[in-house]
C-alpha cells in the first residue's frame, strides 16, 4: 500500500452520506476512515437526509446525546430504527425507478444486527463505494497507530502511509496548520465540491444534499455520471 499510495483522505464516517463523499473517495488512491475522535452529536455521523413529499427529512440513528465518547466508541444497543428507516426510504421512494433493483442494498444495510456506529458507517461506505464502481482502498486510523494532536497526527498518518498528496474537505481550512504540509514535503489540496447535474428526484423542488440513497433510487447504474462521469474530460486532461 505504501508504495502505491499517493493521493489519500482522512474523514470521519458518515450515515449513508452525500454524493459529494463518494466524489472524494473518488478522487484519492486510499481513503482514511478517522473516528478514534470526538463524537459530535447532531452531526453527519449518525444522521442524514432523504427527498420526501415535504422536502428534505432528516434520519437520525439514535445514537445519544453523550459527547464524552470516540466515534468508534458509540453503540447503539437498539436496533428498532433500522427496520424504521428502511419503512421510511421504501414507503418515500415506493416509486422510485430503481426501487425494486434496491433491495440488496437495504438488506444489506438494514438486515443485521451491527450496534457499533462507526462499523455499521465503514461498513455501508465500502459497499456503496463498490457499487457505485470506486476502487479506492480503505483504511482506518485505529490500525495505524499514529499518536499526536490536529494537523501533527494528520501530517503522521499520510506519512505512514507514504502519501505525497492530501486532499481535504474545504470545511478544514479552519483549523489545518497548512505551513506544516509544506515542511512535510505533503502537497496539501482543498476538495472543491462542483455544482453537480441534476437528476430526477421523486418530488420537486429537487435537492442535491441528500443521501446517495437518493441518486442510486433514481438513476440505478446511471449514479457515478452525476458525481464525476459528466466531467470526464476533466479526468482524461
Given at each position: 500500500?505504501?508504495?502505491?499510495?499517493?493521493?489519500?483522505?482522512?474523514?470521519?464516517?458518515?450515515?449513508?452520506?452525500?454524493?459529494g463523499?463518494?466524489?472524494?473517495?473518488?478522487?484519492?488512491?486510499?481513503f482514511?476512515?478517522?473516528?478514534?475522535?470526538?463524537?459530535?452529536?447532531?452531526?453527519?455521523?449518525?444522521?442524514?437526509?432523504?427527498?420526501?413529499?415535504?422536502?428534505?427529512?432528516?434520519?437520525?440513528?439514535?445514537?445519544?446525546?453523550?459527547?464524552?465518547?470516540?466515534?468508534?466508541?458509540?453503540?447503539?444497543?437498539?436496533?428498532?430504527?433500522?427496520?424504521?428507516?428502511?419503512?421510511?426510504?421504501?414507503?418515500?421512494?415506493?416509486?422510485?425507478?430503481?426501487?425494486?433493483?434496491?433491495?440488496?442494498?437495504?438488506d444489506?444495510?438494514?438486515a443485521?444486527?451491527?450496534?457499533?456506529?462507526?462499523?455499521?458507517?465503514?461498513?455501508?461506505?465500502?459497499?456503496?463505494?463498490?457499487?457505485?464502481?470506486?476502487?479506492?482502498?480503505?483504511?482506518?486510523?485505529r490500525?495505524?497507530?499514529v499518536?499526536?494532536?490536529?494537523?501533527?497526527?494528520?501530517?503522521?498518518?499520510?506519512?505512514?502511509?507514504?502519501?505525497?498528496?492530501?486532499?481535504?474537505?474545504?470545511?478544514?481550512?479552519?483549523?489545518?496548520?497548512?505551513?506544516?504540509?509544506?515542511?512535510?514535503?505533503?502537497?496539501?489540496?482543498?476538495?472543491?465540491?462542483?455544482?453537480?447535474?441534476?437528476?430526477?428526484?421523486?418530488?420537486?423542488?429537487?435537492?442535491?444534499?441528500?443521501?446517495?440513497?437518493?441518486?442510486?433510487?433514481?438513476?440505478?447504474?446511471?449514479?457515478?455520471?452525476?458525481?464525476?462521469?459528466?466531467?470526464?474530460?476533466?479526468?482524461?486532461?
Amino acid at each position: 500500500m505504501q508504495a502505491s499510495c499517493k493521493k489519500v483522505a482522512i474523514l470521519q464516517s458518515n450515515y449513508i452520506p452525500w454524493k459529494g463523499y463518494f466524489d472524494l473517495i473518488h478522487d484519492v488512491d486510499l481513503f482514511i476512515f478517522y473516528d478514534d475522535v470526538q463524537y459530535t452529536h447532531s452531526d453527519w455521523r449518525h444522521r442524514n437526509k432523504l427527498m420526501t413529499r415535504d422536502g428534505p427529512r432528516w434520519l437520525t440513528i439514535p445514537a445519544g446525546h453523550d459527547l464524552k465518547r470516540l466515534i468508534c466508541e458509540v453503540e447503539i444497543p437498539d436496533q428498532s430504527w433500522k427496520q424504521q428507516h428502511r419503512s421510511i426510504i421504501e414507503q418515500n421512494y415506493r416509486n422510485a425507478p430503481f426501487i425494486e433493483e434496491s433491495q440488496p442494498l437495504l438488506d444489506f444495510l438494514y438486515a443485521n444486527t451491527i450496534t457499533s456506529l462507526s462499523d455499521y458507517n465503514q461498513r455501508a461506505i465500502r459497499h456503496l463505494s463498490n457499487i457505485l464502481g470506486i476502487h479506492t482502498q480503505f483504511a482506518d486510523s485505529r490500525l495505524l497507530g499514529v499518536n499526536g494532536r490536529k494537523t501533527e497526527r494528520l501530517i503522521g498518518i499520510l506519512e505512514s502511509v507514504g502519501a505525497t498528496k492530501y486532499i481535504s474537505g474545504p470545511s478544514a481550512r479552519d483549523y489545518i496548520d497548512e505551513p506544516m504540509f509544506v515542511e512535510a514535503g505533503i502537497e496539501l489540496v482543498y476538495k472543491e465540491y462542483p455544482a453537480y447535474p441534476p437528476y430526477r428526484q421523486c418530488f420537486s423542488p429537487f435537492s442535491p444534499f441528500v443521501t446517495i440513497l437518493d441518486l442510486l433510487m433514481n438513476a440505478g447504474p446511471e449514479a457515478p455520471h452525476y458525481i464525476w462521469g459528466w466531467r470526464q474530460n476533466e479526468y482524461q486532461a
